[in-house]
């Protein structure tokens, strides 16, 4: 049997290599190239877009880079977290609606409403006590704390026993300019660190809400002195905030433990000032602004202080004044506590219980020399 001889095939190795090598494609100007930095849409779209190259394929794109995805917040971890936040912040939105109740009417839209009803043609007069300014200034070398909490009662009994500035025959609109310079007179003590000053300025607006000597005009007044109240209000509380941001911010959901010491003790002192304020009413309104600073102290202490306020207020003997107060601490306690409803029922009791005195003859004198029936109080005494 005859031997096979196998024989290899014949190969041209040159040609097989410059098969195997990749076709070469000119890369025009504009076309994809990786290192050619990545293209980003606007921060709408929340979409990287790059060039494709014309001639290999237009559904194609470059990959994203994650390092360029954090510049504009599309990564995911900040996608993440902005989630988070708006889920909470809808969630607490939502919480507060529904302890408000869908029938809830805001501050905000009963304000306007009452300072265009409620006008007068009579002459108006602002009463304050200007201070003796003896110029008790603490000793710079003393850092004692006695010694500046001495002080500071001794500027405030000042404003107390001080001299009476009265400003007579005002129109209501001589007069809301007169408050609004105290509103920014306020502001300006503030940012020059004279918290004292503040606080006198504060105090002695609140004494005008004990004059009741034109009626129609009073809910207005009422409007007016309150913005002054909320904006110290808003000045304390930022204070202390911003005392407990360092080194990172406070969540909305914060705790008395997530509080330092020193701002605690820094609202300690604000309301060991409110405190030594002699006159009635002056020191509930006062406290009653910075109601929500009670949130850095402890976490019962909203729930505390409204009661002690509303039993406080029964301690006010015109029926008016007193309803306006009642009405100031309901407003006050429902925009930081909703959810705290009852002081409002012991509010509405109380107010209810002082329907009796308008049949008293120093109440009804007042409101015969006013031209006031006692049919119309009903009105007059709602917001």
């Known amino acids: ?225 309150t913005d002054i109240l909320d904006t110290f209000g808003r000045l304390v509380y930022d204070r202390i905030w911003t005392m407990c941001s360092d080194p990172r911010p406070l969540p909305d959901s914060f705790t008395a433990e997530d509080v330092n010491d020193t701002a605690k003790e820094t609202c300690l002192n604000w309301f060991f000032k409110i405190a030594s304020i002699r006159e009635l009413l002056p020191r509930l309104y006062v406290e009653a602004a910075i109601l929500k600073c009670n949130r850095f102290l402890s976490r019962s202490g909203i729930q505390e202080t409204l009661p002690r306020l509303t039993a406080m207020i029964r301690g006010i003997g015109d029926p008016l004044v007193a309803a306006y107060a009642r009405a100031y601490l309901c407003r006050v306690g429902m925009e930081v506590a909703p959810h705290l409803k009852e002081s409002l029922n012991a509010n509405f009791f109380d107010l209810l219980a002082t329907f009796r005195q308008i049949s008293g003859d120093s109440v009804q004198r007042q409101l015969h020399v006013q031209r006031y029936y006692h049919k119309s109080i009903n009105t007059k005494l709602k917001l």
């Open 1 to 225: 049997m005859a031997a096979v001889q196998w024989r290899s095939r014949g190969r041209n190795y040159e040609a097989e290599l410059q098969r195997c090598h990749p076709e070469g494609i000119p890369v025009e100007f504009g076309d994809y190239h990786p290192l050619k930095p990545i293209m980003v849409s606007p921060p709408s779209t929340n979409k990287l877009l790059c060039s494709t190259s014309s001639s290999s394929s237009s559904s194609s794109s470059a990959p994203a880079d994650p390092l360029s995805s954090m510049l504009d917040g599309t990564d995911p971890l900040s996608m993440f977290a902005a989630a988070s936040s708006s889920e909470t912040s809808a969630l607490s939105r939502i919480k507060e609606e529904e302890a408000l109740g869908a029938d809830f009417e805001s501050w905000s839209s009963k304000r306007g409403d009452i300072l265009a009803r409620f006008t007068t043609t009579e002459k108006l007069s602002i009463s304050l006590s200007m201070g003796t300014d003896r110029g008790k200034a603490p000793n710079p070398g003393s850092s004692a704390v006695s010694e500046k909490v001495r002080t500071r009662l001794e500027e405030l009994d000042d404003l107390e026993e001080g001299s009476q500035r009265e400003l007579l025959n005002l129109s209501q609109q001589d007069y809301a300019n007169r408050i609004e310079e105290l509103n920014q007179s306020l502001k300006e003590a503030w940012s020059s660190d004279q918290k004292v000053k503040a606080l006198k300025i504060v105090i002695q607006c609140s004494k005008l809400l004990s004059d009741t000597s034109v009626i129609q005009f009073y809910p207005s007044k009422f409007v007016l002195i």
